[in-house]
């Protein structure tokens, strides 16, 4: 049990002794994208081969006599952060640490016999950039081009382990602020640094903490915001499951500083994961004395999952705390807000994962540092999630004020295969289209507003010239769509209006004055839904028709999709130059639209073409294509 700080000191380091006294750990990453990859199997070849391998054993408390063998540690550890080269494995001896990629389960016992029993170094399962290879994690571009804060810990340390937590200098920030500064300190140190709410909206957090702390009700609740329903978004979940400590520290520092005795932390449903060591985390803290009644002091503390039922609506926050109150996740009109009424209608902080796990770095290191980093008005990093045509997808933090450019192309190492970059989707569903004359635009809270984008949580999906906007509009708007809550008619019908408008032009039924009334519904929408999701659900259609105009014109005048995506408006073609009149094509379409004489040249009729893409599919000498 830690009863007192002096108990956390020796707690403390003891773990740090611990950690030395490992020959070797073995750190294999178990986040959800390497768990899909199969790195759960890499973790038990990697746990039996250092059983069954004579002179060294397997431990998870190193302290203390083990007769001379090599004591190794096998960990689970949370995202590295390089997903597309899962399953990760890092090899730590002291300071010097390896970093191995695609790591196969045939991989395991060359790795135990070279670089955890010897000293060599795999080549072939590094990470290779040109001539290039890189042998330690942080001399490989993609992560040291990163500014990590929230990430700091996250592929570093047992995801599972409270002791390496406290090694790691865990709760030192907790205890700052409980025995060395008083509460309005801690809310003014916050309100200091500039930190702003990382869900999306971007509210300063020190001002959301001291209007809850005024207020005359003396039940107040700390509420985490977890749900992150955005397509592609995984950020907050990599934190919850690489460093749920951190979470609960800030959220217990908050609780702290506004005098609230219970903390709730919404999950969505689909972060399973997350909700596992989240729960084994508090586990651990209720059990060693860290949560209830902390470190001999007056200020106690209980915590408290509620799993979401994967409505998007409930990243919103009146629309969340309804939900844990067992009702249906609905937003309802402001005043009053959250702060005033939230849940149960008591005081409530309500935070996202990001924000909270910045939240013990600024105690522990002051505001002014936090305000060193990034931007005035948008200071410290942000966590992003790169995804689509990029060759390095993966989890990212950089500064805020930080440019497209070099995300995309030095942290993100550019497009795949070298492709052409045409434009970006950030904010998710309810954020829009950043393109090449948005590159050098410094991203923060309130440059991308001026081009209908939003940083929101941090989704970043990277789109090449192979792809419509008009089909990701419409895309982005039937995620909305199907997820509006149907409270308000705003809502509700105007973006199914703007998604049956949406759906005839990329089925090539489109008509001119369809964009001037997507353009007004769109406005309207904006200006009249209930919610701010509501508000932002037409930023894609938006973004798009202010840069890709042109495509949509395409779409409707001239019956033409140039990134060749949309189905109804191809055109599949014939080259009698390549066609030998095998006839293979004719035998495999479903509506005998292709005619011709063996051994010469067929052809397509167009007007009884369904665009199935048969032809295409079944032609052995690349006579089919599909005409621009």
Known sequence: MIKTCEELNQARVQAQLEIQSYACRI???????????????????????????????????????????????????????????????????????????????????????????????????????????????????????????????????????????????????????????????????????????????????????????????????????????????????????????????????????????????????????SVARLRNAIAQLEERGLLGDILGSDFSFHMHINRGAGAFVCGEGSALTASIEGSRGMPRTKPPRTVEKGLWEKPTVLNNVETYANVPKIILQGADWFKSIGTPGSPGCKTFSLTGAIENTGLIEVPMGSTLRQIIFDVGGGLKDGAEFKAVQIGGPSGGCLTEEHLDVPLDFDSVKKYNAIIGSGGMVVMGQDTCMVEVARFFMSFTQRESCGKCTPCREGTKRMLEILERIVNGQGKLEDIDTLEELAKMIQSMALCGLGKSAPLPVLSTLATFRDEYVEHIVDKRCRAKQCTALRRYVINPAFCKGCSKCARNCPVNAISGVVKKPYTIDSNKCIKCGACKENCAFDAIYIEA
């Open 27 to 273: 750190l294999v990453c178990s986040g959800t994208g390497c768990i899909a990859t199969g790195s759960h199997k890499i973790h038990e070849r990697f746990e039996d081969l250092v059983k069954e391998t004579p002179g060294i054993e397997l431990v998870f408390s190193p302290c203390g006599g083990h007769d001379g063998e090599t004591v190794v540690g096998v960990k689970k550890t949370g995202c590295q952060g390089f997903c597309e080269l899962g399953p990760l494995v890092r090899i730590q001896k002291g300071d010097k640490v390896i970093q191995y990629v695609k790591v196969q389960p045939e991989d395991c016992a060359e790795i135990v016999e070279k670089s955890v029993l010897g000293d060599e170094v795999i080549e072939r399962l590094l990470y290779k950039k040109g001539e290039k290879v890189y042998v330690q994690p942080d001399e490989i571009p993609f992560i040291a081009k990163q500014t990590r804060i929230v990430l700091e810990n996250c592929g570093k340390f047992d995801a599972e382990s409270l002791d390496e937590y406290l090694a790691s200098g865990g709760f030192d920030a907790l205890k700052k602020a409980m025995f060395a500064m008083t509460r309005d300190e801690v809310i003014d140190e916050v309100d200091r640094s500039g930190l702003r709410g990382r869900g999306g909206g971007g509210f300063p957090t020190g001002r959301k903490w001291k209007q809850v702390a005024r207020q005359k009700e003396t039940v107040r609740y700390v509420v985490c915001n977890g749900d992150e329903g955005d397509p592609g978004a995984f950020m907050d979940g990599s934190v919850m499951e690489g460093d749920p400590f951190k979470l609960i520290e800030g959220m217990m520092i908050a609780a702290y500083a506004v005098r609230a005795e219970n903390g709730y932390i919404y999950v969505r449903a689909e972060y399973p994961m």
